[in-house]
């Protein structure tokens, strides 16, 4: 984890902070990257923190009160704010997404969850109308 550490900080320094803005000096710097070892902290330098399991309980939450609150709405409405809570957790969180089995399981979950509940509201549970993506 020493050279992944490294490796970010180095590419933080030199290529995605100005000179004319910030220097930031490795001494000083605390790097931590998320590791099965480590699973609530995914980022951490210069005070900034990026934590992924208040994310993954948000995103939850957040897709079971898209679920509850649905009642009679209509499938497009429900999707859009699928889509809109999807955007949002990707936008900052892919890579973590890709790498994190939990994030992974909790989409696939979330996912069919949205789709039944579609289904319902369509009363059609054929698959040809969900091709998978």
Same mark, same amino acid.
């Given at each position: 984890? +020493?050279? #992944? @550490?490294?490796?970010?900080?180095?590419?933080?320094?030199?290529h995605? /902070?100005?000179?004319s803005?910030?220097?930031?000096?490795?001494?000083?710097?605390? +790097?931590?990257?998320?590791?099965?070892?480590?699973?609530?902290?995914?980022?951490? &330098?210069?005070?900034?923190?990026?934590?992924? *399991? =208040?994310?993954? %309980?948000?995103? %939850?939450?957040?897709i079971?009160?898209i /679920?509850?609150?649905?009642?009679?709405?209509?499938?497009?409405?429900?999707?859009?704010?699928?889509?809109?809570?999807?955007? @949002? #957790? &990707?936008t900052?969180?892919?890579?973590?997404?890709?790498?994190?089995?939990? *994030?992974?399981?909790?989409?696939v979950?979330?996912?069919?969850?949205?789709?039944?509940?579609?289904?319902? @509201? #369509?009363?059609?549970? &054929? =698959?040809?109308?969900?091709p =998978?993506?």
């Amino acid at each position: 984890y +020493v050279n #992944l @550490g490294r490796a970010v900080f180095w590419d933080i320094q030199k290529h995605r /902070l100005s000179r004319s803005l910030t220097t930031i000096l490795w001494e000083t710097s605390f +790097v931590s990257v998320y590791s099965k070892d480590n699973p609530n902290l995914l980022f951490n &330098m210069c005070s900034f923190e990026c934590r992924i *399991l =208040p994310k993954i %309980h948000r995103f %939850h939450n957040r897709i079971r009160q898209i /679920l509850i609150s649905s009642g009679s709405t209509t499938f497009t409405k429900i999707v859009n704010k699928w889509n809109t809570e999807l955007i @949002g #957790l &990707m936008t900052y969180f892919r890579e973590a997404v890709i790498n994190t089995q939990k *994030l992974l399981d909790l989409l696939v979950k979330c996912e069919n969850k949205i789709q039944t509940r579609i289904k319902i @509201g #369509l009363n059609s549970k &054929m =698959p040809s109308r969900f091709p =998978p993506v």
